[in-house]
């Protein structure tokens, strides 16, 4: 058989970085935003270059259902025999002709090459059908007008049907209409700007915009985070602007009587335990834990003098028979409310693992009561607004202990509109343009 002779474009490189990105999320396991600088440097892009990888790879592994329902009805062959890379090029096609603004043409021919110039090794007859194919395909679908609406809200969303379900039952139970339920939906496949909480200077940082809720952050419209001198130096840090309203209003809450120690139980990487760090009053101790020795690693970097770390397992309580003030508990779970910042999340959660994590999370949340003082404050908080990992555990603990109150968090909250009835508070994506973190406030009675 003759072998193909195949010289690799010059000047497609985003486009072979964005497949190398998808290759490694499919085969490796690998999460998207942690690959991605090593592909960059690898493909030596930046700037205009990097950020079409980015909306090329982040764009597919937010519409992979979508896109492979429009490649199926545009191929004959079933889609589940086709090589793997050879549907990812097709993505990579369908979201050029579809979401972004590549001609047609220019979309097709590119995916073309990328299916030649990734074919090394295999004979040209395979390389021809592979071309073939890719080009059968992407120019039937520029031809194919889609009928988007006779697709259920999963597919047109690419959300599993689980996860569109746990998203309509949190909304109704934060009183909010069933048509919210799509707004969330786009919310999550939109492109967001990396944000991040300046801890000290100057706010007023070039390529950077306020935020839009808390006075540290600003929305890297048009730098990287790299490019900016604060987050190189450690003065700010990559944190969504929930996640900085949360440890704001830990700052915030308002135990009884003097105070003289917090603790931070799932502190790891240790964004929260930062912002916190910074704010400690003198004469309080503040200690942070987490259960991996990588993560703890990764907080000592970040977290101010103030702070004393642990590793071990918060349901142990390492800190000893100590009483705090205020204790965080910043819940390992789901992460359902930052889909839009990590793109392929939605394809790995599975609801089994999801409820397995309740456990977990009431046994920490118990833990957590154990060692608040009389009048002291518990912040339960998840990146999800999944109802089994929020109000049913709260639930579940009150009924469990009758030393412990639910109180209305909305206050710790101040300027952020939209926060329903409470006594929850709820941020969500397409209301208040953070990741859907849920806080829950509770005090030792
Ligand atoms: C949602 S993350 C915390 C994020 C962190 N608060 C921040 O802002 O960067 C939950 C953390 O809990 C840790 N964890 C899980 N089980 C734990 C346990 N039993 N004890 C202590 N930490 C645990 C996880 O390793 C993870 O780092």
Request: proline share 4%; with cysteine; net charge negative.
């Amino acid at each position: 058989m003759e072998e193909a002779t195949i010289a690799f474009p010059i000047g497609d490189q985003p486009r072979l970085a964005a497949l190398e990105l998808l290759r490694l999320v499919r085969d490796d396991g690998a999460y998207a935003n942690l690959a991605l600088p090593q592909v960059l440097r690898k493909y030596k892009l930046n700037g205009r270059d990097a950020a079409f990888t980015v909306e090329l790879a982040y764009g597919v592994l937010r519409n992979q259902i979508l896109y492979d329902a429009m490649a199926q009805n545009c191929s004959t062959r079933a889609l589940v025999d086709v090589e793997p890379e050879v549907v990812d090029i097709l993505r990579l096609g369908i979201h050029q002709i579809y979401a972004m603004r590549v001609p047609d043409h220019a979309a097709v021919d590119t995916c073309g090459s990328l299916a030649r110039v990734t074919s090394r090794g295999k004979d040209a007859s395979h390389v021809k059908a592979r071309v073939g194919f890719v080009n059968a395909v992407l120019r039937c679908i520029t031809r194919t007008e889609f009928d988007l609406d006779t697709l259920s809200l999963g597919n047109r969303y690419s959300h599993q049907d689980w996860i569109v379900s746990a998203f309509e039952e949190a909304l109704e139970r934060n009183g909010l209409a069933s048509s919210e339920l799509e707004r969330l939906l786009i919310a999550n496949n939109m492109a967001v700007d990396p944000v991040i909480a300046v801890r000290e200077g100057e706010k007023d940082i070039p390529g950077t915009i306020p935020g839009r809720w808390s006075e540290q952050a600003r929305i890297l419209c048009d730098v990287i985070p790299l490019d900016v001198e604060q987050v190189r130096d450690g003065s700010a840090i990559v944190q969504d602007e929930g996640s900085q309203l949360v440890a704001q209003a830990f700052l915030l809450a308002q135990p009884t009587g003097a105070e003289s120690a917090w603790l931070d139980m799932c502190a790891g990487p240790g964004g929260k335990a930062a912002l916190i760090s910074d704010s400690v009053p003198a004469g309080v101790e503040f200690i942070a834990v987490e259960l991996h020795q990588h993560r703890v690693d990764l907080m000592s970097k970040i977290v101010g003098p103030a702070a004393s770390l642990i590793t071990g397992d918060a349901r142990e309580r390492p800190w000893g028979n100590r009483f705090f003030d205020r204790v965080l508990l910043d819940a390992p779970c789901s992460g359902l409310g930052a889909l839009r910042r990590r793109p392929e999340a939605r394809w790995r959660k599975t609801k089994r693992e999801t409820l397995a994590l309740t456990d977990l999370q009431e046994d920490l949340l118990l833990s957590a009561i154990d060692s608040t003082r009389i009048g002291g404050v518990i912040a339960y908080v998840t990146c999800s607004p999944y109802v089994q990992e929020t109000w049913a555990v709260v639930e579940s603990v009150l009924e469990a202990r009758s030393n412990v109150q639910l109180e209305d968090a909305r206050g710790l909250f101040p300027g952020v509109s939209d926060l329903g009835e409470g006594p929850y508070v709820q941020l969500w994506p397409h209301i208040h343009g953070t990741d859907a973190m849920f806080f829950a406030l509770l005090r030792r009675v």
